[in-house]
């Protein structure tokens, strides 16, 4: 990055410090949306604190008790460390279709959409009517070992352009987002590849996007094969960003430290094709990573030198365990901060960092705080207000996983936030693996959770009691 340009965010991060955090006094009760006229005013701390039970009010008594249920079941180790056993060795004794409807009504309708468009627009519509915007989320995870033919590759394309279509094309999908995973497009094998020549070698963006534009480019340090497999992956991304450009924000998921690098060099040729008015391509940032505060100012200088809109997906990253486990066989050093403190440290930084610019140019920068962490959306909301961000203009807004924290979510939604669910959705065969991922997620995202379960029995107990006066 530009000394000039570094030095000028470091500037404007150190006065927000020097600003300090404001204290809010004024107090607001209920849940109905915020009007226009009070969406400049600072959100009471009172809802920040996201302990009202009220967020739950317009849940049916069975979404609570399978909310509570599924939370429950999450909490055992046991279970959550041998999910994927206990769903494979279950599925082998009842059968494919008897393990679908029990798993249907329960943990996949917690998690999952739904199946056809038809279901998915029932979930869709009704998160539209608690003001919530739907991220789209074909559930494709592909590793090492996965990866098939570039048939495989055709058939995800396809199942891409429609969730593009679906993010769009209804009342539901107003300014739609959706998630797209790189490796659902080109082999994780080739990302491996790819990321260890970066190491060595620099691959200029325009050559990837004039192969997206169908010109034969020889990459270097790639054997035929593997070139040819490239250029047929970039063509592919490149009918993702053409169907996407002026109708649905794609952004673009992070995965392992191992393939990251290469996911990076596309998405950035992406955000300098796609990216030229707004920003239509965005990438994810995790900042458990210890290099992540440097991925993010490379991210702003590039976006500056090749004059394109930069769009952040900060998230904390979904991968510890494995990564770890990883960088000890290897003999490598830990990639991921040593502890959720330094985590968090990093993730509120690079926040601030992103808050700033778009406060100085929010047509230029967007970013969307994809967490379920309190502290980190109370922080982002405090700055917004601080640095005077309109909460509904698309410049910044606010993402969490279907089925999780919706306590946090609502509460932002009714204060006029921009909110997005990421919202994946198919059959129960094929969501399992994403299903496996969500219960082990559930155990790190400890405190969210428990605050979630009180929340959700507080409301309970409320009904109940209800009932019984009602009924003397
Ligand atoms: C809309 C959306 C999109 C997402 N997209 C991606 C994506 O593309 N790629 C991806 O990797 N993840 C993605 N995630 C998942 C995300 O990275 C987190 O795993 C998840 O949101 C939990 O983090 P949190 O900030 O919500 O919660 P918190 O409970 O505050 O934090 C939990 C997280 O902190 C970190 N952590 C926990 N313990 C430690 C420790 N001992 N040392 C260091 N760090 C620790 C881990 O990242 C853990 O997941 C996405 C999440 C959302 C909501």
Known sequence: MSS??????????QSLHMIGVRTLTSERVGFAPVGSHELRDPVPPALLAFKDPRAFQVKSWWELIRALGVFRLCSYPVLVNNCGKIMSFTRAILGKRVFAMVLRPFVYAQFVAGETESEIAVSMEKMNSLGLHPMLAVPIEEDLGES????????????????????????????PMMQLKITALVSPELCVKLTSLLKKQHYDLDLLVRAMDGEAITFPGLSETENTHFLLGLKRLNQIGEASVNKVRVLVDAEYTYMNPALSLITMAMMKKFNRDSAWIWN???????????LVFDAIRLSVDQSFCLGVKLVRGAYMDKERKLAKKEGRADPIHQSWEHTND??????EVMLNLISQQPDHYKIIVATHNEESVR????????????????SVCFGQLLGMCDHVSLTLAQQGFSVYKSVPYGSVDDTLPYLVRRAQ????????????????????????????????
């Open 379 to 394: 922080k982002a909301v405090t700055w917004m207000t601080e640095l005077g961000i309109a909460r509904d203009r698309g």
């Open 148 to 175: 098939s033919g570039e048939k495989r590759y055709d058939d995800n394309l396809a199942a891409m352009l429609e969730c593009v279509r679906m993010s769009h094309s209804n009342g539901w999908s107003k300014d």
């Open 284 to 294: 994810t940032y995790q900042c458990y990573l210890k290099e992540s505060r440097d």
């Open 441 to 472: 997620e559930n155990r790190t995202v400890l405190q969210g959770i428990r605050k979630e379960r009180d929340l959700l029995r507080q409301e309970l107990r409320r009904r109940v009691r209800e009932k019984i006066t009602r009924a003397k």
């Open 346 to 351: 990093s993730y509120n930084g690079s926040l």
């Open 4 to 13: 000039v340009l570094r030095s000028s965010i470091l500037h404007h991060f």
